[in-house]
């Protein structure tokens, strides 16, 4: 069965530090994997996909198909990176959302 | 230019009640869905429509019914409204299904008292 896995619930980070929200899928075909943020009380909106590669506000992900992951990194924090994350499995016909990471950056 | 609505913002109403909250996207998407997101911050589908056919229902209870009058547009009825529909109810679209952005509604808070 298609599973999306966050196991931390919450992570705090100080402004500056590296930081790294995990991720884990488990699903036997090619998945589509995206990270989504939701800033406070705002929309959830896409971050990255895997697909496209691209940085998004100094986020990278990489998939790795060995370890069925897809790690979001940033090497810097920032204040503003506080959000709650999504990592989310898309399939031919199905989303599957993770339960979220709350980041928190203390100044 | 919002991408994707939904009314209302807030919703308090009384267990029992039947209510509906609407959904517009003005992307020319093909496909709609809804969310549940609950007090922990859970993203749950509820369901998604294609081209005004119903692709997805994951276990939701029937007091729920998705009603799309076209493919802009994907309300959401409950009926009998209980304490634990409490939640925010997000809509969101994409262009096709699976594999595709999702581009997400501000969302709905709703209260049952």
């Known amino acids: 069965a298609q599973r999306v896995t966050q196991p931390e619930k919450l992570l705090s980070v100080f402004k500056g530090a590296p930081v790294e929200l995990k991720c884990n899928y488990s699903y036997s075909g090619s998945p589509e994997l995206f990270w989504y943020v939701q800033y406070s009380r705002q929309r959830l909106q896409l971050l990255l996909r895997h697909i496209s590669r691209e940085s998004i506000k100094g986020f990278t992900a990489d998939l790795n198909k060995g370890e069925t992951s897809f790690h979001l990194k940033k090497p810097f924090a920032q204040e503003e990176d506080s959000a709650m994350y999504y990592c989310a499995l898309s399939t031919y016909d199905k989303v599957i959302f993770g339960p979220g990471t709350s980041l928190s950056v203390i100044p | 230019d919002t991408a994707v609505s939904q009314t209302p913002k807030y919703l308090v109403t009384q267990m029992g009640n039947d209510k509906s909250i609407k959904c517009e996207q003005n992307l020319g998407h093909d496909t709609m869905y809804w969310y549940k997101q609950d007090s922990k911050k859970f993203l749950k589908i509820m369901f998604s429509?294609?081209?005004?056919?119903?692709?997805i229902n994951e276990t939701v209870p029937n007091r729920f019914s998705p009603k799309s009058p076209d493919k802009a547009h994907l309300n959401l009825h409950i009926n009998s409204l209980e304490l634990g529909d409490s939640a925010v109810y997000f809509c969101?679209?994409?262009?096709?299904?699976?594999?595709?952005?999702?581009?997400f509604g501000p969302g709905t808070r709703l209260t049952v008292l």
């Open positions: 429509y294609n081209n005004k056919e119903l692709i």
């Open positions: 969101a679209s994409s262009r096709a299904g699976g594999g595709d952005t999702q581009y």
